[in-house]
């Protein structure tokens, strides 16, 4: 491109400066990611319009509300769909893992997962959060708790492999639920 602009234009632009330019080309197509978490929270409400009885929560820092900005601090999601299939005979036991966002918008997934009768896996719910801490961990485990309406976790078991603060947040919040090594994770610490 910079080859064409020389021949063409007779002008000399430097590699930066191309950079910059497609970067800011490709905001005005296409939104910027300031613009697509500005939109978080009228897409969590078409959530809840659009599936009625899901569990959709959005927090935003305190801090940035402070400055009177808004600023992204995490999301949890679970479909209505999903609870009842929970609810209508799944196993009791669910994988929980957590794992990192690459590229511009970095965080964590924290995901919930079990099996059905067939053994195909099947998702619960997820969120993302700014850093895997015991705090992000409880807060999901409680929303979590509530949505599939475990109470204190008897006759669940949970497997993970040994993620920061998930065995204190399930042991808090679940105290009855059963919480299980994944074996290959074993192995390998």
């Known amino acids: ?4 602009l020389e021949d063409q234009f007779n002008l000399n632009v430097s590699y930066s400066k191309m950079k910059r330019v497609k970067r800011l080309g490709l905001e005005k197509l296409e939104g910027s990611f300031i613009d697509d978490y500005n939109r978080l929270e009228a897409y969590a409400q078409e959530l809840r319009d659009r599936n009625p009885g899901s569990d959709v929560v959005i927090n935003i820092s305190k801090d940035a509300l402070a400055e009177g900005k ?3 601090l995490r999301i949890y999601i ?5 609870e009842t299939g929970w609810k209508a005979g799944l196993r009791p036991l669910i994988g929980i893992d957590g794992t990192f966002l690459k590229g511009k918008c970095k965080g964590i997934l924290l995901v919930s997962m079990a099996q059905d009768s067939v053994k195909h896996f099947y998702p619960l719910a997820w969120a993302v959060v700014d850093k895997e801490t015991g705090r992000t961990w409880k807060w999901f485990m409680e929303l979590l708790r509530n949505s599939l309406e475990f109470e204190d976790g008897e006759g669940v078991t949970f497997m993970s492999d040994m993620q920061k603060g998930l065995l204190e947040a399930v042991s808090t919040i679940l105290p009855k639920a059963n919480h299980r090594w994944c074996a290959r994770h074993i192995e390998a610490n």
């Open 1 to 4: 491109m910079r080859v064409d």
């Open 70 to 72: 808004r600023r992204f």
């Open 78 to 82: 679970c479909f209505q769909a999903l």
